[in-house]
């Protein structure tokens, strides 16, 4: 690959002696990992179904592994089952550092395409509230995808600038991930178009927007909250340089240190103007040092006071308010009919007791999709079978993974299964992968379209 002169100039000054081995690392290999999905099975389970050879741990994740080369695990039925997350392995790092607590208020305010938004709603246990949001409507239709097919049932999905969201939840969450948009330096070696966007868009456009995030979401964040803020590139202005001038502006704001394992390195005061000892509490994912690509991240911890004025959510229904919902549920599900909902054109959210609201903003998800009214008949949705065990569900269809059915069943094809007539979820090997119809020895398929095995 040829890298831009300026470029390559500017990492020479800061890396010195390093400079050749991080040159040498664009001839290693591309690392992929996939992240286990811990709401729904943990390490020793997945030990007993894991279909991949060689997996290797990474360091700093402990639900992470990278995958070998010649593996597809992204066309495997555990995938659809959602088992775990395909993921970059340093693209982990920012959501395991992060300090996420059951019952936390969660902001994630860059999300797309989901990645850290299922490990902090994994590591929430469905518990608390996830909101995640992109700016971007079409991305968070990524997002909303990966979100269900986790399982995720505690979130709320936005396409909103930081600036709007920061009039609704002023001093509401407890933690905020901040993956912020930035010049990209550390994807040169995976993507080429990030050099053709660094060349384009530069440095000084992207520290403009961190900066913005930066503000806003000190503005969500509640007394003691803590943000994460993290990049995928090595320039300093946008890393230390950036968290260096937050915190003057903001002094009763803290760096809380972190400590970097399995070739991850502390920051760089001596790369800010002040030179301050706290900046090496920062993290750096080099690929010369780690089996990944570059990042940076830091976890800042506000101490001033902030006043929670988040106007909440008015439940005004619940499951057993609407007579064909409370019939579907009770009839196909144990789930309990006092769960607070909402019904918007007919489509039903579950919704998470205190939730905000989110009037005014561009909302995606306002809850977990349910299904939809209509014709005087309920359709369950795609995420409400992913989003409990197979206990959940009174007529359950568990097949083993060899079974051909799987695959068709993913594929959309109808199935000759005998079976309760009605509403069933089918699973592979104990876990949920959608709906299907029964009725004289044949299951009509109701996995989403848009889902399908191609």
């Known amino acids: 690959m040829e890298l831009p002169v300026k470029f390559k100039e500017k990492i020479q000054g800061l890396l010195q002696d390093e400079f050749e081995a991080y040159l040498d690392s664009y001839s290693f290999p591309e690392y992929q990992g996939i992240r286990i999905n811990t709401l729904k099975l943990g390490k020793e389970a997945w030990d007993n179904i894991c279909p991949f050879e060689g997996l290797e741990a990474v360091s700093w994740c402990k639900e992470g592994y990278y995958y070998q080369e010649g593996d597809r695990p992204g066309k495997h039925p555990y995938y659809h089952a959602g088992l775990y997350y395909m993921q970059e392995p340093s693209a982990m790092a920012p959501g395991a550092y992060i300090p996420i607590e059951e019952g936390d208020k969660v902001l994630d305010l860059c999300a797309a395409p989901g990645g850290k938004s299922t490990q902090v709603g994994a590591r929430l246990g469905q518990t608390g509230l996830l909101v995640s949001n992109d700016i971007s409507a079409t991305r968070a239709m990524a997002l909303m995808k990966n979100i269900e097919n986790f399982g995720i049932r505690n979130s709320m999905i936005t396409a909103e600038t930081s600036e709007r969201l920061a009039t609704k939840f002023k001093g509401y969450f407890n933690k905020i991930l901040i993956d912020a948009p930035c010049s990209g330096e550390g994807m040169f070696r995976k993507n080429e178009n990030a050099v053709k966007s660094w060349e384009t868009h530069g440095?000084?456009?992207?520290?403009?927007?961190?900066?913005?995030?930066?503000?806003?979401?000190?503005?969500?964040?509640?007394?003691?909250?803590?943000?994460?803020?993290?990049?995928?590139?090595f320039s300093p202005e946008e890393n230390e340089?950036?968290?260096?001038?937050?915190?003057?502006?903001?002094?009763?704001?803290?760096?809380?240190?972190?400590?970097?394992?399995?070739?991850?390195k502390q920051g760089?005061?001596?790369?800010?103007?002040?030179?301050?000892?706290?900046?090496?509490?920062?993290?750096?994912?080099?690929?010369?040092?780690?089996?990944?690509?570059?990042?940076?991240?830091?976890?800042?911890?506000?101490?001033?006071?902030?006043?929670?004025?988040?106007?909440?959510?008015?439940?005004?229904?619940?499951?057993?308010?609407?007579?064909i919902l409370k019939e579907f549920i009770e009839t196909n599900t144990h789930l309990d009919i006092n769960t607070p909902i909402i019904e918007l054109k007919n489509k039903i959210y579950l919704q998470t007791e205190d939730a905000p609201d989110l009037e005014g903003l561009r909302v995606i998800r306002s809850g977990m999709y349910l299904g939809e009214v209509k014709n005087k008949r309920f359709d369950p949705s795609q995420v409400l079978a992913?989003?409990?065990p197979k206990e959940m569900f009174k007529n359950y269809i568990d097949l083993q993974i060899e079974d051909a059915n799987v695959i068709k069943y993913l594929k959309g094809e109808t199935l000759l299964i005998e079976a309760p007539k009605g509403f069933n979820v089918i699973g592979v090997m104990g876990h949920p992968l959608g709906w299907v119809k029964s009725q004289n020895g044949t299951l009509k398929n109701l996995y989403a379209t848009n889902w399908r095995m191609m």
Not at 255 to 262: A, K, S
């Open 203 to 233: 440095i000084e456009h992207c520290c403009n927007l961190q900066r913005i995030i930066l503000e806003d979401a000190y503005t969500m964040l509640k007394t003691d909250g803590m943000m994460l803020y993290s990049t995928c590139t």
């Open 241 to 264: 340089g950036m968290i260096e001038a937050f915190l003057e502006k903001h002094p009763d704001c803290q760096i809380i240190p972190l400590t970097g394992v399995g070739g991850i």
């Open 268 to 323: 760089r005061p001596e790369w800010s103007d002040s030179k301050k000892d706290t900046l090496s509490g920062a993290l750096r994912l080099w690929p010369h040092h780690l089996k990944g690509e570059g990042h940076f991240v830091c976890l800042i911890q506000k101490l001033g006071e902030a006043f929670d004025e988040t106007k909440r959510l008015s439940i005004k229904k619940r499951i057993k308010d609407i007579p």
């Open 386 to 388: 992913l989003a409990y």
